[in-house]
């Protein structure tokens, strides 16, 4: 028994009621008799409220459900009736009264809580079913004024949900239609409902509000000039699924996705067919999407590891892939693919041709028939994974988050487009005309390769990569070994500065035809000779694409 509990009971004989309360609370679980309900968010609410009226609890309620659910034959108290204190000022102002806030937080095991209810006629609320104004929908419709998403932030309902969670020892607080069926199953079978239920769901209500003011947060950072980096960040993250295993089978995994976002991305696909995807596959195909998504042209993109294997633009979709898959067949057994189009019949043709196996695939949408052949034929019907994203808009910049142990790291995500104004020919020989796609295509696939980066592209699809060597002339030599005697007559493009000659050397050894590369060494000039000496032309961006 609490001290406070015992030294009533022992020494205010003359209050027969209080202690006689005080004694029921001490000796039973408090039960449920009263509740208080204002939602934004009708789902469910009738049935809920029906089951708590069949366990003879008592529903207060504001105006507005107060009617929907009068309209449906369930009984409620205005709030406005008990508190004595009329809805003003368009609803602003309803139920911020002590009577609603002491019925929520007085402590029922506290004598002074107890003695200041029953002096001020506050009577008990144990149940607070409330949720927000649509102020996120609001702000997401096209055409709001700046007004109408101001009066959509809730002031009242985060007070009342806060108040519950923080007196869970003795009130319930439901925030989600999902928690009706729970809290009814408890208070049938104990009358109440238990204390790990509360304090589940106190946890669930704080971070509700954290998330509801961290969305008007954003807003009014969005309408300020101020810096994208503000002094307090805060990430909203909601689990959408439990994941098989990690990176590794003995690592436990979930993926999550900003609620806010509803761009054409991996995580917002539909799954068409097929498993659910693994950690990995989830990287790989984010990367292979980013790829494909880059280039104008119908194009594809194959990745391996959360590296481009293979990548092609072309004409047509089925060629595109083509290309794409003959840059590294081998590498390409076991990758997942992306694309910027339709995927058509032709081009699941070319997918389903002998030798082949791809775990996954994403794409704007898929054909019927596509799919049909995608999905029925031996050996994929049970394995391949298909991902309908939709239509690919041009990507705005966004920030990018890398955690550390104990932090983060936020960039400006790389989408960076090649600035051709400022792009300069270093070397005295001149590019040909017949090289700037590909040089501008090798230039596209270097920023999404580990650094340090190497790739050789000709005919505007990549057919060697050197990725995440500390060396630069390491993934230099592994691009060219890569790409074995189709080197000669490519386009080689670096991420970052040449730092000595010797990269040179080997490509001109390869038969690489030009070179594109930021520039920026202490030794350009070195480099730049070597390129003349070979007769190599080269290009200098003043743009850097690591990619660590």
Same mark, same amino acid.
């Given at each position: 028994?609490?001290?406070?509990?015992?030294?009533?009971?022992?020494? !205010?004989?003359?209050?027969?009621?209080?202690?006689?309360?005080?004694?029921?609370?001490?000796?039973?679980?408090?039960?449920?008799?009263?509740?208080?309900? !204002?939602?934004?968010?009708?789902?469910?609410?009738?049935?809920?409220?029906?089951?708590?009226?069949?366990?003879?609890?008592?529903?207060?309620?504001?105006?507005?459900?107060?009617?929907?659910?009068?309209?449906?034959?369930?009984?409620?108290?205005?709030?406005?009736?008990?508190?004595?204190?009329?809805?003003?000022?368009?609803?602003?102002?309803?139920?911020?009264?002590?009577?609603?806030?002491?019925?929520?937080?007085?402590? *029922? &095991?506290?004598?002074?809580?107890?003695?200041?209810?029953?002096?001020?006629?506050?009577? @008990?609320?144990?149940?607070?079913?409330?949720?927000?104004?649509?102020?996120?929908?609001?702000?997401?419709?096209?055409?709001?004024?700046?007004?109408?998403?101001?009066?959509?932030?809730?002031?009242?309902?985060?007070?009342?949900?806060?108040?519950?969670?923080?007196?869970?020892?003795?009130?319930?607080?439901?925030?989600?239609?999902?928690?009706? @069926?729970?809290?009814?199953?408890?208070?049938?079978?104990?009358?109440?409902?238990?204390?790990?239920?509360? *304090?589940?769901?106190?946890?669930?209500?704080?971070?509700?509000?954290?998330?509801?003011?961290?969305?008007?947060?954003?807003?009014?950072?969005?309408? @300020?000039?101020?810096?994208?980096?503000?002094?307090?960040?805060?990430?909203?993250?909601?689990?959408?699924? #439990?994941?098989?295993?990690?990176?590794?089978?003995?690592?436990?995994?979930?993926?999550?996705?900003?609620?806010?976002?509803?761009?054409?991305?991996?995580?917002?696909?539909?799954?068409? #067919?097929?498993?659910?995807?693994?950690?990995?596959?989830?990287?790989?195909?984010?990367?292979?999407?980013?790829?494909?998504?880059?280039?104008?042209?119908? =194009?594809?993109?194959?990745?391996?590891?959360?590296?481009?294997?293979?990548?092609?633009?072309?004409?047509?979709?089925?060629?595109?892939?083509?290309?794409?898959?003959?840059?590294?067949?081998?590498?390409?057994?076991?990758?997942?693919?992306?694309?910027? *189009?339709?995927?058509?019949?032709?081009?699941?043709?070319?997918?389903?041709?002998?030798?082949?196996?791809?775990?996954?695939?994403?794409?704007? &949408?898929?054909?019927?028939?596509?799919?049909?052949?995608?999905?029925?034929?031996?050996?994929?019907?049970?394995?391949?994974?298909?991902?309908?994203?939709?239509?690919?808009?041009?990507?705005?910049?966004?920030?990018? $988050?890398?955690?550390?142990?104990?932090?983060?790291?936020?960039?400006?995500? &790389?989408?960076?487009?090649?600035?051709?104004?400022?792009?300069?020919?270093?070397?005295?020989?001149?590019?040909?005309?017949?090289?700037?796609?590909?040089?501008?295509? =090798?230039?596209?696939?270097?920023?999404?390769?580990?650094?340090?980066?190497?790739?050789?592209?000709?005919?505007?699809?990549?057919?060697? $990569?050197?990725?995440?060597?500390?060396?630069?002339?390491?993934?230099?030599?592994? !691009?060219?070994?890569?790409?074995?005697?189709?080197? =000669?007559?490519?386009?080689?493009?670096?991420?970052?500065?040449?730092?000595?000659?010797?990269?040179?050397?080997?490509?001109?050894?390869?038969?690489?035809?030009?070179? $594109?590369?930021?520039?920026?060494?202490?030794?350009?000039?070195?480099?730049?000779? =070597?390129?003349?000496?070979?007769?190599?032309?080269?290009?200098?961006?003043?743009?850097?694409?690591?990619?660590?």
């Amino acid at each position: 028994m609490p001290p406070s509990v015992f030294w009533l009971l022992s020494h !205010s004989s003359n209050d027969i009621r209080l202690v006689r309360k005080l004694s029921a609370l001490v000796s039973e679980p408090s039960r449920i008799r009263r509740a208080l309900i !204002s939602c934004s968010d009708k789902l469910g609410l009738v049935d809920f409220a029906a089951g708590l009226t069949a366990a003879g609890i008592q529903i207060l309620s504001t105006g507005g459900t107060r009617r929907h659910l009068e309209s449906h034959g369930i009984d409620a108290i205005e709030v406005a009736q008990m508190t004595n204190f009329p809805e003003m000022m368009d609803g602003r102002v309803k139920t911020l009264h002590p009577k609603i806030f002491g019925g929520i937080l007085g402590r *029922r &095991d506290n004598v002074g809580d107890l003695r200041s209810m029953q002096d001020e006629g506050i009577p @008990s609320i144990d149940l607070v079913v409330v949720n927000l104004y649509p102020f996120e929908a609001t702000i997401n419709r096209s055409g709001v004024s700046r007004d109408e998403a101001i009066e959509q932030i809730d002031i009242g309902g985060p007070s009342l949900i806060r108040a519950a969670a923080k007196n869970h020892q003795w009130v319930t607080v439901a925030t989600r239609p999902e928690q009706y @069926s729970s809290i009814l199953r408890d208070i049938e079978e104990l009358g109440t409902t238990s204390v790990s239920l509360r *304090r589940r769901l106190a946890g669930e209500a704080f971070a509700m509000t954290a998330a509801y003011d961290q969305v008007i947060a954003d807003y009014f950072r969005s309408e @300020s000039a101020a810096s994208e980096f503000p002094p307090h960040m805060t990430l909203r993250l909601e689990r959408k699924a #439990h994941l098989r295993y990690g990176e590794n089978p003995h690592q436990k995994a979930a993926v999550y996705r900003n609620p806010r976002d509803r761009s054409a991305s991996v995580l917002n696909a539909r799954h068409i #067919h097929g498993r659910e995807l693994s950690y990995n596959n989830l990287l790989d195909l984010d990367s292979a999407l980013s790829i494909a998504r880059a280039f104008g042209q119908p =194009a594809a993109a194959v990745v391996k590891h959360n590296n481009p294997c293979g990548a092609a633009t072309c004409a047509k979709l089925s060629l595109a892939i083509r290309k794409a898959l003959d840059g590294d067949p081998v590498s390409a057994f076991g990758s997942v693919l992306g694309f910027n *189009r339709t995927v058509d019949l032709e081009t699941a043709e070319i997918l389903v041709e002998p030798n082949r196996f791809i775990e996954a695939i994403v794409a704007p &949408d898929f054909e019927a028939g596509a799919v049909g052949v995608l999905t029925t034929r031996p050996k994929w019907r049970d394995n391949v994974r298909l991902m309908q994203v939709g239509r690919l808009p041009t990507i705005e910049p966004e920030l990018s $988050v890398r955690f550390l142990t104990g932090g983060a790291l936020v960039q400006e995500a &790389d989408t960076l487009p090649a600035i051709h104004t400022q792009w300069r020919t270093v070397t005295d020989v001149p590019v040909a005309d017949a090289l700037w796609d590909d040089i501008h295509f =090798a230039w596209e696939m270097v920023r999404h390769v580990k650094s340090n980066a190497i790739v050789l592209a000709r005919d505007t699809s990549l057919v060697g $990569v050197g990725a995440g060597q500390m060396s630069r002339v390491d993934s230099v030599e592994i !691009s060219i070994r890569k790409a074995g005697d189709r080197s =000669a007559g490519c386009v080689m493009a670096s991420d970052a500065f040449f730092p000595f000659p010797d990269s040179i050397e080997a490509a001109a050894r390869a038969g690489v035809v030009a070179i $594109v590369q930021p520039g920026g060494s202490r030794r350009d000039d070195e480099v730049i000779a =070597a390129c003349n000496l070979h007769r190599i032309p080269m290009v200098f961006t003043g743009a850097r694409h690591f990619k660590h």
